[in-house]
């Protein structure tokens, strides 16, 4: 069982910066591909940005440019870097992990608030 914990969210205006942590513990960290989504009031939750086992990156059309997703085994973390924020950008942000034979995101955290205002 993967346990993830995400910290970093919070209150930040137009054009601001905020950096996401994930921690993550209970399996081999390194073995999983990561990902990061987001799901706005009344939206469907999506996608931001994933991070394959050996460092492949997606990025959502919207936040290309913008967002970087990175990961430290060592640590056992997986950030997400969120530069020239809009306030589109509001909502919860969750961290969540897969197995490498796995499609499906099994494993997710309780999420962390990011509000961006104008």
């Known amino acids: 069982q993967v346990l993830l914990v995400e910290s970093g969210g919070g209150l930040a205006q137009t054009g601001d910066s905020l950096r996401l942590s994930c921690a993550a513990s209970g399996g081999t960290f390194d073995q999983y591909p990561m990902a990061w989504f987001r799901q706005a009031p009344g939206k469907e939750r999506e996608v931001v940005a994933t991070i394959s086992r050996i460092g492949a990156r997606y990025y959502t059309d919207s936040v290309k440019g913008r967002f970087t997703i990175s990961r430290d085994n060592a640590k056992n973390t997986v950030y997400l870097q969120m530069n020239s924020l809009k306030p589109e950008d509001t909502a919860v942000y969750f961290c969540?992990?897969?197995?490498?034979?796995?499609?499906?995101?099994?494993?997710w955290g309780q999420g962390t608030q990011v509000t961006v205002s104008s």
């Open positions: 969540a992990a897969r197995s490498a034979t796995e499609l499906a995101y099994a494993y």
